[in-house]
């Protein structure tokens, strides 16, 4: 197993720019649904009609009907694509919820799309933290659920989160195929797992992360996060 620790580092600039970000990412979202999601309806709209008046045509036009059956598939296709997207990083009220709430909800989001089971264990009472402790916490459980199911191609996850008055502590097993972490780490560039970003999330809040893997063994990933700061 190999495992790698961030330094600590918190201020309140950098809860501010996870703030910003994460409205940045909204905006995005936002942009994406009154723009091409629907465009790709309408235009949808107007294949089903040209194909129910040319179904209705003697003689059929068939090759012409073709085109356009297959044509309604693509367009189906990239519209439940971006509508997945947008699932996934939608914002889940992150201002109006608390922490389990908006886990719960990624959970069984996750669940849905994978139909791999998530055990989610809150060990004792967990504090109102900060906002972006909040988005924080999304964002890392979003990225190792789906690090797993995509490159690890792990059946089952495991959550637990814990409280020790000062930290909010969270850790994230799965089952996978796991991988050499600091070869992976050696190769920042490739993007890999995403595991970068994870790391950058937790050192803006002064917090620590490790990540334990090894081939055919897993991984585990464990965060604690520092959350003695009003939102």
């Known amino acids: 197993m190999t495992s790698m620790q961030a330094d600590n580092g918190n201020t309140e ?31 949808l709209s107007q294949l089903y009609v040209v194909q129910r008046r ?18 309604i598939g693509l367009l189906e296709h990239a519209l439940n694509e971006i509508r997945n997207f947008m699932g996934a990083f939608r914002p889940p009220e992150f201002q109006r919820r608390d922490l ?16 791999n089971p998530v055990s989610l264990e809150i060990l004792g009472e967990l504090p109102a933290v900060p906002l972006p402790v909040k988005i924080s916490l999304y964002r890392i459980l979003q990225e190792a659920l789906s690090n797993a199911a995509r490159h690890g191609q792990a059946r089952r996850h495991s959550v637990t989160l814990s409280c020790d008055g000062r930290r909010i502590t969270m850790e994230v097993y799965d089952d996978g195929q796991g ?14 797992f995403g595991l970068e970003g994870m790391r950058e999330r937790v050192h803006l809040l002064g917090g620590s992360f490790s990540i334990e893997s090894a081939p055919g063994q897993g991984a585990r990933v464990r965060v604690e996060i520092p959350y003695g700061r009003n939102d």
């Open 54 to 71: 040319l179904a209705q045509q003697q003689p059929l036009f068939e090759e012409e009907l073709l085109r356009i059956k297959r044509s």
């Open 13 to 43: 600039a950098s809860g501010r720019f996870l703030e910003i970000a994460e409205r940045e990412v909204g905006r995005i979202i936002l942009d994406i649904h009154d723009g091409p999601v629907q465009n790709i309806f309408a235009a």
């Open 179 to 192: 991988f050499d972490v600091a070869e992976v780490m050696q190769r920042p560039l490739a993007g890999h």
């Open 100 to 115: 389990v709430s908006i886990l719960e909800g990624l959970v069984i989001q996750h669940e849905e799309l994978t139909g």
